[in-house]
Every structure is written in C-alpha cells, then in structure tokens.
C-alpha cells in the first residue's frame, strides 16, 4: 500500500499538513547527521593527544567516517529502498548513534576506529533516503523544500560542532560522545511522528527525456562535484590568507564564521534564485560572482575581505542548492539512486580537492591555490550551459 502525496493545489489542500511533516522529519534527521559529520573536527585535537597521531594518522581517522558515508551512498540506497521513509531514517539515526557509543565506549583506539566506521555507515543510508522523501513529498514543486532540506544540514553543523567545543572543556571526550549518542536515540525518537510509516507514492515530478535525462545528469553530478572542489579548495586556504593579511586565530575564526553564515543564507537564497531566474542563469551568477569574490579576497586588505566573506558565502554555498533542486528533473524516475550518485560525487570531491589544490600550492603558492580554486568556480559556466537540452521551461519548473 502506497500513499500520494501530491503537491498541495485549492483540490489537495489536506495534503499540506502530511508534506510539510515529512520536511520536519528529513530536515531533522539531515541536520543530525551533518552535525555529526563536522562535530567530530572538534574532537581532532584531543585524538591526536589520546592517541599520539600524526597529521596524517588524523586523516585517515577522520576518513574512516567520511570515506564509509561517501562510499556507500549508493549500496545503501539499493540495500534499503523497500523500506518506508520512517524505517530508513530511523535506521539510519540509530546506526549513526550506535557509532558514537562504540566511540565513546572505553574500547581504546580499534573501538574509536570501529565506531567511526559504524557512524559513517547510519550517514550513507540517511542523505539518498531523506532526499527522497522531500522530493516523493512535493513532487514537482520540490525544488524548494530541497533547498530547505539543504539548509537544515548547515544548521546541524553549526549547532552539533559549537555544542561539543562548549562540552569538550568540562568533560572528558567520552561522555561528550555518549550525549551525542543519546541525542540520536532522542532524533529517532522524534521520527517515529515526523517520517510516514509506508513508502511515499512519488509526486508529479515531472520527466525528462529519456536520452537526455542520463546525459543531463552525469553532468550535473560534475557540476556539483567542482562546486564542491571549489568550496573546499578555498577553505583550505582561507585561515592562512587572513594570517597573511594580519589577522590572528581569533580573526581566522570570525572570518570562517562570516563565510558560513553567509553559505547557509545562501542555501535558501539560491533556491529562490533558480526558481526565478531558473538552473542555468542561477548558476552562472552565483559562479562568476564566486570566481571573482575569491579572487578579489587575494588583493583586498583584512577589513574589506571580513567584509566580503559573509557575500561569497552565499554564492559559493548556495550554488549547491540549485544543483540539489535539479536533482529528481534528471534522475529519470530513479530519485533515490541519483541522489546517491550525487552525494557520492559531491562527497568524493570534497574529499579529494583539498589534496589536489594543496599541491597546486605546493608546487607554486598559496596565492596559485586560491586562483586555482577560483578558475574552477569559472569552470562550472561554460559547462551548466551543455544541461539547457535537457531542463524543463522555466514557466513549467517555477511555483508561484
């Protein structure tokens, strides 16, 4: 048995009340799941001293997690798409906190590795199951809430990371562990209301071509993945462009804090953006303004550049909400699938571009990196132009 959920008109009215809960719920499991996923840079340093890891050693901990939630997004979409929203997302949850008690568990350096790996495994089931749901949910109209299922992720990783840097000073890092353990049981909790028990009949969508809905994908899992390498690659350099400037650690932190504020304004702006101006245009404003944003933070004294960081927040971390929106237009009927390979893509990227622009400046500058970063931004133009075949009209795609 099936449940539709059409998007709400003056006929389906009654149907508003169940979407917007389905929202609540996948927004609250992602932003979970995100916190989780940057919460645990907190607890870096206090590893490295436990211990005694290198820098490197630090990056293969953290890939144990990271690396398991990228990798598996797609067996984990195949594995569970015959369970109901509720069921996934709960799992998920569950899965994730079981990670964090394993962590916190005193089971010495094999037990943090093993429960990372678990923790990793619940997060790769819950962004193609969540995703879905939103889209299953609206149908059609999806593109917005998607860029609010988006944004909920850049709450949780700025709550989860500030809570456990607050906690981390008056408790030791096992029982920070073990409330975040406890938090997941109470998210799960939480969904047992918020996620429909059976699957969710899929929405009028909306479908591509059948021909260039595939081509119009794997581009766009491109496009997404180099939005992703050019966030990262600035990030990389970021903390030192502003100690070059003159600015100390506490600086740095202002200015990473200005960056994400703005980046998570920009996941709802950009949203909006493409239901207006639609996916094309969108996204060739917000990548030339990326473009010459970073590069104008290369030349602009300190003052100027905490100015500008809060702007290119927006354009370079909403970008990604056009992408996302874009999603089930060109997944050819397979949503939960083309979510998968999308957050692989983006997850891989975000992965492997910091390594690949922190060699570039090796073997040149940082002020090269940053360039770098900046031409990559440019080169998203040229190629979100190849998707125009396989787009809907924008009359069609856009909500009143």
């Known amino acids: ?163 456990v840097a607050l906690l981390l000073p008056l408790l030791a890092w096992r029982p920070v562990l073990g409330l975040l353990a406890v938090l997941g049981v109470m998210v799960a909790a939480a969904l047992l209301a918020m996620a429909p028990a059976v699957i969710v009949a899929p929405g009028n969508r909306g479908q591509a071509r059948d021909e260039g809905g595939r081509g119009g994908f794997a581009m766009l899992a491109l496009i997404g993945g180099l939005d992703t390498a050019t966030r990262m690659g600035y990030l990389l350099f970021l903390p030192f462009l502003v100690q070059q400037q003159g600015g100390g650690s506490p600086t740095v932190g202002f200015a990473l804090a200005l960056l994400f504020i703005g980046g998570a304004l920009g996941k709802v702006t950009c949203g909006w953006l493409g239901e207006r101006l639609g996916v094309i245009k969108s996204v060739m404003l917000t990548e030339v303004a990326t473009a010459a944003l970073i590069a104008a933070t290369l030349v602009t004294p300190l003052a100027a550049t905490l100015a500008l960081l809060p702007l290119l927040g927006v354009v370079l971390n909403g970008t990604s909400s056009v992408l996302y929106g874009t999603v089930p237009e060109l997944a050819r009927g397979d949503t939960g699938r083309a979510f998968a390979v999308f957050y692989t893509s983006v997850v891989g990227s975000g992965g492997i571009a910091p390594i690949f622009y922190g060699a570039v400046a090796d073997h040149s500058s940082q002020t090269i990196g940053v360039l770098a970063s900046a031409a990559t931004a440019g080169l998203i133009v040229p190629l979100v132009m190849t998707l125009r075949p396989y787009l809907r009209p924008l009359s069609s795609s856009s909500t009143a």
Not at 89 to 106: D, F, K, N
Not at 116 to 124: E, H, K, N, P, R
Not at 144 to 152: A, E, K, T, V
């Open 1 to 163: 048995m099936t449940v539709s959920m059409q998007p709400a008109t003056a006929e389906t009215n009654s149907a508003w009340p169940a979407q917007k809960r389905n929202l609540f719920g996948a927004c609250l499991a992602h932003a979970l799941h995100d916190g989780y996923t940057d919460g645990l840079y907190a607890f870096l340093p206090v590893w490295q001293a436990q211990f005694g890891l290198s820098y490197a050693g630090l990056a293969a901990v953290r890939a144990l997690y990271y690396g398991t939630m990228g990798g598996l997004q797609i067996p984990a979409d195949l594995a569970l798409r015959r369970l109901s929203p509720r069921a996934a997302l709960i799992l998920a949850t569950l899965v994730a906190a079981l990670g964090m008690l394993i962590m916190a568990l005193p089971l010495g350096f094999s037990g943090l590795c093993v429960g990372l790996a678990v923790a990793g495994i619940g997060s790769s089931i819950q962004h193609p199951r969540g995703s879905m749901l939103v889209t299953d949910s609206y149908g059609q109209a999806s593109r917005r809430p998607l860029g609010i299922y988006n944004f909920s992720g850049d709450l949780g990783k700025a709550v989860l990371p500030a809570l």
